[in-house]
């Protein structure tokens, strides 16, 4: 069976940085499943915003730049672009007890989507009605 989940974004650099301790158990079988193509991991394009700032920084590298990693990770066909849309910001409208304006709009995709989210904080998940993986 496939699983299907929506990536936050400390996860997600993570993920790229090859920096397998600091993912949760069940998130690191997720992403990798992701790698070989048995799992499905919806990335919001907020997410992308945050690792672009992030490369843009310092504090993350990718050889060939970022386009070009953003073009590997979707071309393996585990991840899949979710675009911001107007659901997904009145999705998020209802979350404010999420402090964070990324959080509260990554756990409304996973919410609109209907899929776990992959994250480090259970009180994300609780908030947004969705199962975390961690």
């Given at each position: 069976?496939?699983?299907?989940?929506?990536?936050?974004?400390?996860?997600?650099?993570?993920?790229?940085?090859?920096?397998?301790?600091?993912?949760?158990?069940?998130?690191?079988?997720?992403?990798?499943?992701?790698?070989?193509?048995?799992?499905?991991?919806?990335?919001?394009?907020?997410?992308?915003?945050?690792?672009?700032?992030?490369?843009?920084?310092?504090?993350?590298r990718f050889?060939?730049?970022?386009?070009?990693?953003?073009g590997?990770?979707?071309?393996?066909?585990?991840?899949?672009?979710?675009?911001?849309?107007?659901?997904?910001?009145?999705?998020?409208?209802?979350?404010y007890?999420?402090?964070e304006?990324?959080?509260?709009?990554?756990?409304?995709?996973?919410?609109?989507?209907?899929?776990?989210?992959?994250?480090?904080?259970?009180?994300?998940?609780r908030?947004?009605?969705?199962?975390?993986?961690?």
């Open positions: 069976m496939t699983e299907i989940a929506v990536t936050d974004t400390h996860g997600l650099i993570w993920y790229a940085r090859a920096e397998w301790k600091k993912l949760g158990p069940e998130a690191r079988k997720v992403y990798a499943s992701a790698e070989e193509g048995r799992a499905a991991i919806y990335v919001p394009t907020l997410v992308l915003a945050e690792i672009s700032e992030a490369a843009r920084r310092g504090s993350i050889p060939g730049g970022f386009p070009h990693w953003v590997r990770l979707f071309s393996s066909g585990g991840f899949l672009p979710v675009d911001l849309t107007l659901n997904i910001v009145l999705r998020a409208d209802e979350l007890e999420i402090p304006r990324g959080d509260r709009l990554i756990a409304a995709t996973a919410a609109h989507l209907g899929y776990p989210l992959l994250a480090r904080d259970p009180e994300i998940g908030v947004a009605g969705v199962q975390v993986v961690w």
